[in-house]
């Protein structure tokens, strides 16, 4: 992947570094995305995730999709993504969009979460507190009892 | 190489469906002229429960997503995925 | 004031200091929003900017505008904003808006950085390059040549 | 308190209205049912360069925004806010 970043990552995150990473004194306005491990997901008690990607295909996606950004406002935006396993309260995606004004900041990151949501080959599997895992699919609503 | 001899294909398998095949990743022959739709038929024989792998899942040859029409080519890489769940 | 948290403050912002005191584990999308001072103006080169408020009014006026963001969407709301003299690059206003999807949070954060710029009584100095020094006035057009 | 008997008033000034006035803060007596817009008339006479406060802005009584018609009341706060520029 040439000299390009690693954006998806086994290790946590970390918000003032990828921030840091895209602003610039001509900024005046930087919106950052925090995706997070919630304690439930419809209606189940989760007590971890775990996220697995087919990471070349991953990494091509998101900088495809931080050029779409890019070209379309005036942004300088970055995202990484934490694969692996998660607790309730960790952060598992991060996008920053800084600009000259916020309107095309807040613009630029939502485009790009939704993007990354959309697009970017990563899945999901949640842990319930009765023990059972899941592999979450955003097209079809989970069943109570539906398993694996 | 003659237009009849068979084309190596590396298929990968995620998430639920890696589950499904027991295993992420699998090393197939294919007749020369084959489409990603006849590697999955391929794949698709080789589960327990066949219909895991809907008839037009997510696929992407050599990390670019692509269709069932799609002709193979030996060494090619072909990932089926998941619906995404990212985020 | 009562034990309500000083939310114009004279020392540098901490976005994460902010973050962990709206969050809960129920919480899956984290929005924040920064202003930060830019380099430039209307073509003018800024070197710093000074703030000013008047506080008292100013703390029940983002005491309004949060319970307001908290009674429209379902997100826990923080804010802080810096008064004194910054240079190129500080922070000058932090918005946090926590929830449990991206929707809202979004929203609430655009909103109320929005409601903070229109309505809290805080008012910008610009320091210029050339050492001239404008109170920025958002409802006209600062010209060329004019001074503070 | 006889009806007659002057209210007094502390009017507070910030950024700009506060470089024009030389201070940013005075304190007024004015007459009995004085209005808000007589307080601001009796501070613009005290400029140098009166229409440096225009004829309408924003005010606040008591830390609440207000209008020129309110009347006001002895000990009353009264803010005259510039455009506000936060953010």
């Not at chain 1, 990552?9 to 919630?38: I, K, N, P, Q």
């Not at chain 1, 004004?101 to 807040?106: I, K, M, T």
């Amino acid at each position: 992947m040439s000299a390009a970043p690693r954006r998806v990552v086994e290790t946590s995150l970390d918000a003032g570094e990828l921030r840091a990473l895209v602003t610039d004194s001509g900024h005046g306005a930087v919106v950052l995305f925090e995706g997070v491990v919630r304690d439930s997901h419809q209606g189940h008690s989760v007590t971890s995730l775990e996220y697995t990607a087919y990471l070349p295909m991953a990494e091509v996606t998101l900088e495809d999709i931080i050029h779409e950004a890019q070209r379309r406002w005036r942004v300088r935006v970055e995202v990484r993504h934490r694969i692996g396993r998660l607790t309730v309260g960790e952060s598992s995606v991060l996008v920053v969009a800084a600009g000259a004004h916020r309107e095309e900041s807040f613009l630029a990151c939502r485009h790009v979460i939704d993007e990354v949501k959309a697009r970017v080959p990563i899945w999901k599997r949640e842990r319930y507190a009765d023990g059972r895992e899941v592999w979450v699919d955003p097209t079809v609503p989970t069943l109570p009892g539906e398993s694996g | 190489m003659s237009v009849r001899e068979p084309l190596t294909v590396q298929v990968l398998l995620f998430a639920r469906y890696a589950e499904e095949a027991g295993t992420d990743s699998l090393t197939l022959e294919v007749p020369s002229g084959s489409t990603v739709g006849g590697v999955l038929d391929l794949v698709r024989a080789r589960l327990s429960r066949p219909h895991a792998l809907p008839p037009r899942p997510l696929v992407a040859l050599n990390r670019s997503q692509t269709d069932l029409l799609s002709e193979v080519r030996s060494g090619d890489e072909l990932a089926i995925l998941p619906p995404v769940a990212g985020g």
